[in-house]
């Protein structure tokens, strides 16, 4: 009885030996069929790890670079709103001077009207830094330093109540003009791209109205003051072929 067990008990412990070697050989085979998908050593599943730790560092090692909290685009995007906020106040100083200087009372009245939208465009620009949890700042702007002192020089070397002084003053302000659709058109883009919907639509108001103030400026200057202005001059080469055919 005791040899009819043993011999009973043999085949069963083979079969589960096989059993379990059975999947140990599979998984061998599909490791082995997997190729480059799976380290073959464990000498390469340390150059795995070793590759993927390097690469989660250079990513914390960028990261530390950037400012908490703010990105690179966003630092430039509040630096720019800073830049134009700074021209804003500016341009609230410099505007009275071009209305006092300017000749025609069309050109007077563009000046006074653009004033009152530069003083809605500060408001605008205050809610954005409002919108954005930040005080309103001003950062020195040297592009607006220097169109305002070239409008200045352009008053002193241009005659009183001529009409070159009212053609050389809205060359003057359209220098400013461009400057400030150029600054805003960028600002919408970015705000669009950071998907700031009520941002960008402030700042695209503002946009079409230097649009408008640059177009108007161009309307009054072709419309007489260009034309009036030629009347006040003699050029001097017509001087010049006026005494070749004298001569």
């Avoid at 409002?130 to 950062?139: D, Q, R, S, V, W």
Wanted: charged residues 35%.
């Amino acid at each position: 009885m005791k040899q009819s067990e043993t011999d009973s008990n043999t085949p069963i412990s083979e079969e589960a030996n096989k059993a379990k070697q059975g999947p140990m050989t599979d998984t061998k085979s599909s490791n082995e069929a997997k190729g480059d998908e799976w380290p073959s050593s464990a000498s390469d599943l340390k150059n795995v790890r070793s590759l993927t730790g390097n690469q989660t560092s250079e990513e914390e090692k960028n990261s530390e670079k950037k400012p908490a909290g703010e990105s690179l685009l966003e630092k430039f995007f509040n630096d720019q709103l800073k830049d134009i906020y700074y021209a804003e106040q500016q341009l609230l100083k410099a505007i009275p001077k071009l209305e006092e200087a300017a000749t025609t009372e069309e050109l007077k009245e563009a000046f006074s009207d653009h004033l009152h939208q530069t003083q809605k465009h500060v408001k605008r620009l205050e809610k954005v830094f409002k919108l954005l949890g930040k005080k309103p700042e001003g950062k020195k702007c040297e592009a607006i330093e220097g169109l305002t002192k070239e409008a200045e020089t352009i008053i002193k070397e241009t005659k009183e109540g001529s009409m070159t002084r009212d053609a050389a003053i809205i060359i003057a302000a359209q220098k400013v003009e461009h400057y400030e659709i150029a600054t805003y058109g960028g600002l919408v883009q970015l705000a669009i791209t950071m998907e700031l919907d009520e941002i960008s639509d402030i700042l695209d108001t503002t946009l079409m109205e230097e649009e408008d103030t640059d177009l108007q400026l161009t309307d009054i200057a072709e419309g007489f003051i260009n034309i009036e202005a030629q009347d006040e001059t003699n050029y001097s080469w017509l001087q010049e072929k006026g005494q070749e055919e004298f001569a």
